[in-house]
């Protein structure tokens, strides 16, 4: 999973789920913060103009709805790979062969002990696309990675939209200040298990949906986002939508397309159909697989509408991602859990 991580960075989420900024917390000029704190480890500034597009753990940033040129800070763990050797190993699992520009070059980046810069191009689909990741090193021995990518097509002639941004994304680096990580502390919350032996592991006031699991699978939540996971790797994830006004089956296609960038053989098996999600207005579903080196996933995908009102409804989507060999065992609990959710 962790090899994976540089390419999800890559294709950035554009949802906002928090902004926050803290007392005593200097914000350079013209910039604001859509990470401060010790639950993250960092504090993460961008321009003001700028769209704030965190997800769970990910603090990140977006020019416009025009202008979709991103970037994005995360903690990581490299495992088995060395410093460095992360970016460049974490991308091999890419179908595309990135071109480097830049490799393994140090850079300063705000109170970081170190850092090393990589920049490459990477064909998303038909389209050139330019990518900065940098891997920092914190003074407690943390590491992080730092992800700016943009479009590498002219945004006005000589000039592309990656180029039109880097004195910002300069500023932004110079700025990140990191610090020891700390667990937040919340009131711990007991929850039930109904009369099916499903657990709720989140509710409306967690996560904006509440949600149950059998008891062979587990729960992490992190912010809004709830994964479970059984013990043959199967997978279940609840999430608020990660892009606003657009239709479902426009959200469904562009996901397939970021899946083709990363995996192979992205197919089809069930194309987009109506479907009942707990109390939604409505639903979607649809099945299609991918192949990550030589294992296939299956994935039965739900896209909701529900919760807020007439005018503000939010999206939601429900993934189930499993081996292709164990993909049937857990149908019916999937239904289960599809039929008890609540927005």
Same mark, same amino acid.
């Given at each position: 999973m962790k090899k994976l991580l540089s390419l999800l960075l890559v294709l950035v989420l554009c949802v906002s789920l928090f902004a926050c900024k803290e007392d005593g917390e200097e914000t350079p000029e013209g910039m604001k913060a859509v990470a401060v704190g010790t639950s993250l480890g960092f504090t993460f500034y961008v321009p003001e103009a700028w769209v704030d597009s965190s997800y769970g753990k990910i603090a990140s940033a977006y020019v416009s709805a025009l202008d979709t040129s991103s970037v994005s800070l995360v903690r990581v763990n490299l495992g088995d *790979? !060395?410093?460095e050797n992360y970016v460049k190993e974490s991308l091999t699992a890419?179908?595309?062969v990135p071109t480097y520009l830049e490799e393994g070059k140090a850079v300063n980046v705000g109170n970081a002990k170190r850092a090393l810069s990589y920049v490459y191009t990477y064909n998303y689909g038909e389209f050139? #696309?330019?990518?900065m990741q940098v891997l920092c090193e914190a003074t407690d021995g943390a590491y992080y990675l730092f992800t700016y990518g943009a479009s590498a097509q002219d945004k006005t002639e000589g000039t592309t939209f990656y180029q039109s941004? *880097? &004195?910002e994304v300069t500023s932004m680096l110079a700025s990140v200040k990191f610090g020891d990580k700390t667990d937040v502390v919340t009131e711990e919350v007991v929850y039930g298990v109904d009369a099916d032996g499903y657990k709720l592991v989140s509710d409306e006031k967690t996560s904006g949906f509440a949600f149950y699991i059998p008891e062979t699978f587990t729960a992490e939540l992190s912010l809004g986002i709830v994964l479970a996971t059984a013990d043959d790797n199967a997978t279940v994830t609840v999430a608020e939508a990660t892009s606003t006004g657009v239709a479902v089956r426009e959200y469904y296609e562009n996901r397939l397309k970021e899946l083709a960038v %990363? #995996?192979?053989?992205? =197919? &089809? %098996? =069930?194309e987009l159909t109506e479907c009942t999600l707990g109390n939604s207005s409505e639903a979607c579903y649809a099945e299609y697989s991918y192949k990550d080196g030589g294992k296939t996933y299956r994935v039965y995908q739900v896209i909701a509408v529900g919760g807020g009102n007439l005018f503000s409804k939010k999206g939601y989507v429900m !993934? #189930? =991602?499993a081996p292709e060999d164990v993909y049937e &065992?857990? *149908?019916d609990e999937l239904a289960k859990m599809m039929e008890k959710i609540r927005f």
């Amino acid at each position: 999973m962790k090899k994976l991580l540089s390419l999800l960075l890559v294709l950035v989420l554009c949802v906002s789920l928090f902004a926050c900024k803290e007392d005593g917390e200097e914000t350079p000029e013209g910039m604001k913060a859509v990470a401060v704190g010790t639950s993250l480890g960092f504090t993460f500034y961008v321009p003001e103009a700028w769209v704030d597009s965190s997800y769970g753990k990910i603090a990140s940033a977006y020019v416009s709805a025009l202008d979709t040129s991103s970037v994005s800070l995360v903690r990581v763990n490299l495992g088995d *790979l !060395t410093f460095e050797n992360y970016v460049k190993e974490s991308l091999t699992a890419s179908k595309n062969v990135p071109t480097y520009l830049e490799e393994g070059k140090a850079v300063n980046v705000g109170n970081a002990k170190r850092a090393l810069s990589y920049v490459y191009t990477y064909n998303y689909g038909e389209f050139p #696309y330019q990518f900065m990741q940098v891997l920092c090193e914190a003074t407690d021995g943390a590491y992080y990675l730092f992800t700016y990518g943009a479009s590498a097509q002219d945004k006005t002639e000589g000039t592309t939209f990656y180029q039109s941004h *880097l &004195e910002e994304v300069t500023s932004m680096l110079a700025s990140v200040k990191f610090g020891d990580k700390t667990d937040v502390v919340t009131e711990e919350v007991v929850y039930g298990v109904d009369a099916d032996g499903y657990k709720l592991v989140s509710d409306e006031k967690t996560s904006g949906f509440a949600f149950y699991i059998p008891e062979t699978f587990t729960a992490e939540l992190s912010l809004g986002i709830v994964l479970a996971t059984a013990d043959d790797n199967a997978t279940v994830t609840v999430a608020e939508a990660t892009s606003t006004g657009v239709a479902v089956r426009e959200y469904y296609e562009n996901r397939l397309k970021e899946l083709a960038v %990363i #995996y192979s053989d992205v =197919t &089809e %098996i =069930t194309e987009l159909t109506e479907c009942t999600l707990g109390n939604s207005s409505e639903a979607c579903y649809a099945e299609y697989s991918y192949k990550d080196g030589g294992k296939t996933y299956r994935v039965y995908q739900v896209i909701a509408v529900g919760g807020g009102n007439l005018f503000s409804k939010k999206g939601y989507v429900m !993934t #189930y =991602t499993a081996p292709e060999d164990v993909y049937e &065992e857990h *149908l019916d609990e999937l239904a289960k859990m599809m039929e008890k959710i609540r927005f």
